[in-house]
């Protein structure tokens, strides 16, 4: 009985260990034998050289003696105005801008009222106008209930207002009288606003037409558009480490000439490429993130192996009117091609004998492995740019059947492989 035990454990631990061995030769043939693919993709690289330089305008500071007196602009960012138009209007203290404040307010609730009382009482809105009532009713109490009472009074005018246009629907000749009485009142109510006000205000107004920026870095008068046809690379350079002092009675700025310019100094050899005249794609990554197309005006004569570049433009002006000091990309070449992984790319060399002189020579061929079907297909290319982590491609020839196109499985692990090895 003994001995029949022990050779019971002597067959069990041998078919266990088999069964561990087993596992162990197809984990090991899995791993090796897997096959790791990712898509190429179609994708185009700008090609250029970067630089860091300055925008100019045509700008003219806005000041005002303010003496501690509350400046309420009445432009924003990039907004155009005309010559006499309004920039910004100075009050003596701040229940001046409290008064301001109701007086647009008012201005609101009059434009609303008034609409109410010119509104069309035809049938056909009835029905819309009694969804309208009842949505501002459950909103009103929406917000009640929350506690929320932040437009308390513009929805109340709301509401009051739908309640008018219902009863002139209906023909209410009360509710005509009730609301004229209330613009009346409210108009009355604007004019003593509007007269105090004038006493404690003052209006700056433009000078001349232009594009309004609230930004004021006193590069204004450092560098200037008639600057730009003689500057040198050392003038700009000196420019660009000045930190200009801002004058305490600035409001802003109007940039006064739709065309603006960017200027930067580059190494002569890196502006090789460039051409005066030509238009170029700069790619603002930083404040701004946008391409723009701006044309080269100037190369300078070079000095000490630098020049200076200055391009134009006449679009875009109010989305940059808050750039001053930027790094650019200068793009100076557009690359389409296929998107490869740099582990991916694998150089063949093999020996080539010429069949009339009987002379042998190494052969490279630069490709990638494709999964095709059950089988590692080599596809050659050409490396049309080199990135961090991937290879821009293009097929050796375009017009081949098995040439690298978009959403082909890539190989990664290409150790090992031959052309018409069955992967899978």
């Known amino acids: 009985m003994k001995t029949s035990n022990l050779l019971n454990k002597i067959v069990m631990a041998v ?10 030769i197809y984990l090991v043939q899995s791993l090796r ?11 185009t690289v700008n090609v250029g050289v970067e630089a860091t330089g300055l925008l100019v305008r ?7 003696a ?34 301001k404040q109701s007086i647009t307010q008012l201005e609101a609730e009059l434009e609303q009222l008034e609409y109410s009382r010119s509104a069309s ?15 501002a009713i459950a909103g009103l109490h929406a917000s009640a209930a929350r506690g929320d009472l932040t437009d308390l009074e513009s929805d109340t005018l709301e509401l009051r207002t739908l309640v008018f246009k219902r009863d002139y629907t209906y023909g209410d000749t009360t509710a005509a009288a009730e609301l004229d009485a209330l613009i009346a009142s409210k108009s009355a109510e604007l004019n003593t606003l509007r007269a105090s006000l004038g006493s404690v205000s003052t209006t700056i107004r433009a000078s001349q037409g232009g594009v309004f920026s609230g930004l004021v870095d006193g590069f204004e008068s450092l560098i200037t558009p008639a600057m730009l046809d003689s500057i040198t690379p050392s003038q700009l350079q000196s420019i660009q480490r000045q930190s200009p002092t801002v004058s305490g009675d600035a409001i802003g700025k109007l940039i006064t000439d739709s065309t603006w310019y960017f200027t930067a100094v580059l190494d002569q050899a890196d502006a090789e490429d460039l051409y005066k005249g030509q238009t170029y794609t700069l790619v603002f990554s930083h404040d701004y993130s946008g391409e723009i197309d701006m044309t080269l005006e100037r190369i300078s004569d070079p000095e000490d192996g630098q020049v200076a570049l200055v391009f134009s433009c006449r679009t875009q002006l109010s989305d940059t009117t808050l750039l001053r000091q930027q790094t650019v990309d200068i793009v100076t070449e557009q690359l389409s091609g296929l998107r490869v992984p740099r582990s991916a790319l694998r150089v063949d060399t093999s020996t080539v004998t010429d069949e009339e002189t009987g002379q042998s020579e190494e052969v490279s061929v630069t490709g990638v492995f494709a999964a095709v079907g059950s089988q590692a297909e080599f596809k050659p290319v050409n490396v049309l740019y080199q990135g961090e982590d991937y290879y821009l491609v293009e097929p050796v020839d375009p017009a081949s059947a098995t040439r690298l196109r978009a959403d082909d499985e890539i190989i990664l692990n290409s150790k090992g492989l031959y052309d018409g090895k069955v992967i899978r």
Not at 15 to 24: D, H, P, T, W
Not at 58 to 64: G, L
Not at 72 to 96: F, I, P, Q, R, W
């Open 15 to 24: 078919l266990f260990a088999g069964v561990l061995i087993y596992l162990g």
């Open 33 to 43: 034998g897997g096959v790791v693919t990712v898509l190429a993709y179609a994708d």
């Open 58 to 64: 045509e700008e003219s500071v806005v000041t005002a």
């Open 66 to 99: 303010t003496g501690g007196a509350t400046v309420d602009l009445s432009l924003s960012e990039g907004e155009k105005v005309a010559a006499g138009g309004t920039v910004a209007t100075l009050y003596s203290s701040s229940s001046g801008l409290e008064t």
């Open 121 to 135: 009482a035809a049938a056909s809105d009835t029905a819309q106008l009694e969804e309208d009532l009842l949505a």
